[in-house]
């Protein structure tokens, strides 16, 4: 199967582009949450942030800020969620890199993204001081 992703960056499917360079591409979301939802992807196929070169990564983060700010003056929002579902469990459904732009008003009834996760952990000062060093050692 080939990816619909790669289809957009090649211009073999169609796309509402509103950003473009040699490394990356940025387009209307199909089924998009908030009027100006927009994703930006790497036009090489990878399908986790862990799995693209770091200069890679920086290119579709400088298309995102490059987005998020012509996002939220086109459609007048009051500010953005910008994300990204790194992999399945977290909810990605396209298997390839996108983040999303979503503009947001005060009154849209989405929330934070701290909502996103229905159970949280009760961490202590001594678990959070072990994961943040387990972090840390492997950054």
């Known amino acids: ?7 957009i960056a090649k211009g073999e499917a169609p796309s509402r582009t509103v950003y473009e360079t040699d490394d990356v591409v940025a387009f209307l979301d199909a089924n998009p949450l908030a009027e100006g939802h927009t994703l930006v992807i790497p036009k090489a196929h990878h399908e986790l942030l862990t799995e693209m070169p ?10 995102i800020y490059h987005v998020t700010g012509a996002v939220e003056e086109a459609v007048g929002a009051e500010g953005t969620t ?18 999303h732009v979503i503009p947001r008003w005060s009154d849209d009834g989405g929330g934070p993204i701290h909502a996103i ?23």
């Open 1 to 7: 199967m080939t990816c619909v992703f790669c289809k």
């Open 82 to 99: 910008v994300a990204f579902n790194n992999g399945r469990a977290a909810g990605q459904e396209v298997g390839h890199v996108h983040g």
């Open 54 to 63: 770091e200069s890679l990564a920086e290119a579709v983060m400088e298309g």
């Open 117 to 139: 996760v229905g159970r949280r952990p009760d961490l202590g000062d001594d678990e959070l001081d072990d994961v943040a060093a387990r972090i840390a050692e492997r950054c």
